[in-house]
Antibody, heavy 125, light 106 residues
């Protein structure tokens, strides 16, 4: 059974760096074709993809946020970490991590098939 | 950047067929996925690779993708299908989501 859970601060101040951890079970991020991504959703708004890391440590970022994002993995701990610098109130959102498989260098054709419960991050002074 | 456009809202009567569209340049040349999200819950994958259903997704959910439009079809719509629906595709190795469609069953 695949599960993912996001953890991190619920409140950050403007200009601070956000660090979120996705802890997962039921799969290994060293298995070929597997990826873990981060997606966020501001209150009442649409989903926005942020980043994805592949089993081979290849990484992809949202073009509009690339300069602020870093995604890493710790295969031994079954964790994926996302850092976002220079936080702003517009970054207030629920942040999700999600699993994907069937990934190549260009896409994960089988979609984001398992999602965490999400964690709400508020940016305020 | 690549954009996917969805209608903000769609309404359907119980038992009828609901169709939600997703438009993007040459979208038919890419695989489309669809996600269902109910209030306060995480998104759930309901269609991948244009028309495939993950295990546990009812047969009333189906998908198609051709030209510039992908379509999610819900046959015999039930009250429990009322939710937000998001399409998703890949562009230049990055994930793109549509703006979402609120499906109302009334």
């Amino acid at each position: 059974q695949i599960t993912l859970k996001e953890s991190g601060p619920t409140l950050v101040k403007p200009t601070q760096t956000l660090t979120l951890t996705c802890t997962f079970s039921g799969f290994s991020l060293s298995t070929g074709g597997v990826g873990v991504g981060w997606i966020r959703q501001p209150p009442g708004k649409a989903l926005e993809w942020l980043a994805l890391i592949y089993w081979n440590d290849d990484k992809r970022y949202s073009p509009s946020l690339k300069s602020r994002l870093t995604i890493t993995k710790d295969t031994s701990k079954n964790q994926v970490v996302l850092t976002m610098t220079n936080m702003d109130p517009v970054d207030t959102a629920t942040y999700y991590c999600a699993h994907s498989r069937g990934c190549s260098s260009t896409s994960c054709r089988l979609g984001l098939d398992y999602w965490g419960q999400g964690t709400l991050v508020t940016v305020s002074s | 950047s690549y954009e996917l456009t969805q209608p903000p809202s769609v309404s359907v009567s119980p038992g009828q067929t609901a169709s939600i569209t997703c438009s993007g340049d040459k979208l038919g040349d890419r695989y489309a996925c669809w996600y269902q999200q109910k209030p306060g819950q995480s998104p759930v994958l309901v269609i991948y690779q244009d028309n495939k259903r993950p295990s546990g997704i009812p047969e009333r959910f189906s998908g198609s993708n051709s030209g510039n439009t992908a379509t999610l079809t819900i046959s015999g719509t039930q009250a429990m299908d009322e939710a937000d629906y998001y399409c998703q595709a890949w562009d230049n190795s990055t994930v793109v989501f549509g703006g979402g469609t609120k499906l109302t069953v009334l």
